[in-house]
């Protein structure tokens, strides 16, 4: 197919999540899965989104259809095929939906030329696939002007929107007026928050699903201490021997090791094994403030704060097709890291990490969040934040801002530490130094962090809340 390609997924088995679940919640979730499977007996559930590398939709996506497709469902991933021109605009229309301005560009009739001739031929390939029954999820403003072109195949349509403002306003309402017309064509949506429901949406049709991670996903699975500063070190990353263990197992249940190395900037060594280190993963992106979260660590270290350093990752800015944006970012965290005084530059490390095996690149994240000492996820805006929910499940003490999903899953001073103003550059540096400083309060909230994560987050209960979802729109359609 020229327009559209399927993303190839193995199946899981739901029963290894036993040993951390335990057998009462797997049980109610293959209770699900067979009430599911009945329904979806011959037919097939079509999840289409714009990327399968980078971002938490993409790692969602990934986990949540291996375990179906290990439940017998017949599950697939369409990829859509964007340019350069159909990216900037929906990435525009991110930034909207988020009520930011982002580049500024219109979302006239230019716009919607480029974003609808793009669909277009997306959607004939679409409509030779699926048939009358099959269920059809579309992911994010990317996807949503499928809906009125596919709205005839029979499906049952489902625009899934993982993203979404907590206020609304100009920007907000220029996003969604420009989505409009399509959504109108999708007789069911799910959101990640009751909030972000705009009101093209709110008449009954939408329903909440929080997000979840996989903790056997090759980010999230343990891995003991010796591995984690094997797989730093091999990846330049820490300061260690190069030639380790940095064994991890890949989703199937095969062995396999981290083999590339990052591309770091910095100014000197790599950050010695015992040194206080700070994380903050997450794509070069204007709403994750990557350039808040150096200017606010150079605030701390100018206080004479022992000694901590700072590691910035994300993609390789040349790995994910759906973000133009990639590249100005990195290119502006990078000149005011060369702004800073030798002495703060010398503790901060800008990585970019290696995405040609995406699971490769998901267990040097997992190494990375789990040696932290704090992870921070400073966004000025943020769906829901996955990122967050694996450092807590990983028991690591969290610094974040209150924004969007973030606040579903940390209470503040209980399981975390939330930024009332993620702009406060100040207030910032002084959470982070008390966190530091305080060992024992950071273990203490890395612990309810992960029993947070195990109640709620986990892809067991997201599975089951999808089940009874399509067991409602069989109800309701037909």
Not at 54 to 82: K, Q
Not at 128 to 140: E, T
Not at 338 to 346: G, H, M
Not at 361 to 374: G, P
Request: hydrophobic share 45%.
């Amino acid at each position: 197919m020229e327009h559209v390609w399927e993303r190839r997924i193995a199946a899981i088995p739901l029963q290894r999540l036993g040993p951390i679940l335990g057998a009462a919640r797997v049980a109610n979730g293959l209770d699900a899965a067979r009430r599911a499977g009945a329904l979806l007996s011959k037919r097939v559930v079509w999840n289409v989104n714009s990327t399968a590398v980078g971002g938490g939709v993409a790692e969602m996506l990934h986990s949540l259809l291996g375990y179906t497709r290990g439940l017998a469902v017949d599950t697939r991933w369409l990829v859509l095929r964007g340019n350069e021109p159909f990216f900037r605009v929906t990435k525009r229309l991110h930034h909207a939906i988020h009520g930011e301005v982002g580049d500024g560009s219109d979302l006239g009739e230019r716009a919607r030329r480029i974003y609808e001739d793009t669909l277009a031929p997306v959607a004939l390939e679409i409509q030779d696939l699926v048939r009358p029954g099959d269920f059809v999820i579309l992911h994010d403003p990317q996807t949503a002007g499928l809906a009125p072109l596919l709205a005839e195949t029979g499906a049952h349509l489902v625009w899934r929107c993982h993203i979404g403002s907590d206020e609304t306003g100009p920007e907000t309402e220029r996003g969604w007026a420009f989505l409009a017309p399509y959504l109108h064509a999708a007789p069911h949506y799910v959101f990640s928050r009751r909030i972000y429901v705009p009101a093209v949406c709110d008449h009954g049709k939408a329903t909440i699903i929080e997000p979840s991670i996989d903790p056997l996903s090759a980010k999230n699975q343990d891995l003991p201490d010796v591995t984690v500063r094997a797989i730093l070190g091999h990846t330049g990353l820490l300061q260690g021997p190069a030639d380790g263990n940095t064994a991890f197992t890949r989703e199937d249940g095969s062995p396999a090791r981290v083999e590339r190395c990052a591309d770091v900037i910095r100014h000197g060594r790599p950050p010695p094994p015992d040194a206080p280190l700070v994380v903050q993963v997450s794509r070069w992106d204007p709403l994750k403030d990557m350039v808040g979260v150096l200017e606010g660590f150079a605030r701390l270290c100018a206080t004479g704060s022992p000694a901590p350093q700072l590691v910035l990752a994300g993609p390789n800015v040349k790995a994910i097709s759906d973000d133009p944006e990639g590249a100005a970012v990195f290119d502006e965290v990078l000149a005011h890291w060369r702004a800073l005084p030798p002495s703060q530059r010398d503790r901060v490390h800008l990585a970019s990490l290696p995405t040609q095996d995406v699971e490769e690149n998901a267990a040097i994240v997992n190494a990375l969040q789990r040696h932290a000492t704090v992870v921070v996820q400073k966004s000025l805006h943020e769906g829901f934040g996955l990122t967050v929910t694996e450092a807590m499940w990983k028991a690591r003490p969290v610094l974040a801002s209150a924004v969007g999903g973030i606040q579903d899953q940390i209470e503040d001073g209980v399981n975390g530490v939330l930024l009332k103003d993620p702009r406060d550059l100040g207030a910032f540096a002084a959470s982070l130094g008390a966190l530091l400083d305080d060992p024992e309060r950071a273990l203490l909230l890395g612990k309810n962090a992960r029993e947070r994560v195990l109640d709620r987050f986990l892809d067991l209960r997201h599975l089951v809340l999808w089940a009874d979802l399509f067991e409602r729109i069989e109800a309701e359609d037909g």
